[in-house]
């Protein structure tokens, strides 16, 4: 069963802040090791960074079917 979009709204965000740390403390070369994409620490940074982008696209195609429809 998958959680309401308000509970994933708050868990998502603070997994991938938790994933951020945990990246931080383990891996010793954190600033470094970021740019490889078999890093943890890349995904617990990209992540963060694709939910809103995401929000705000599909947003942005639920407003112009909207304004479409309606002119």
Request: net charge neutral; aromatic share 16%.
């Amino acid at each position: 069963v998958l959680p309401s979009l308000p509970t994933l709204t708050v868990l998502v965000p603070l997994l991938s802040l938790a994933g951020l740390f945990y990246s931080a403390s383990v891996d010793e070369t954190f600033p470094q090791g970021c740019t490889s994409t078999a890093s943890l620490c890349f995904y617990s940074l990209l992540l963060p960074v694709t939910i809103p982008v995401y929000v705000f696209f599909h947003l942005w195609t639920w407003m112009g079917i909207k304004l479409f429809r309606h002119n």
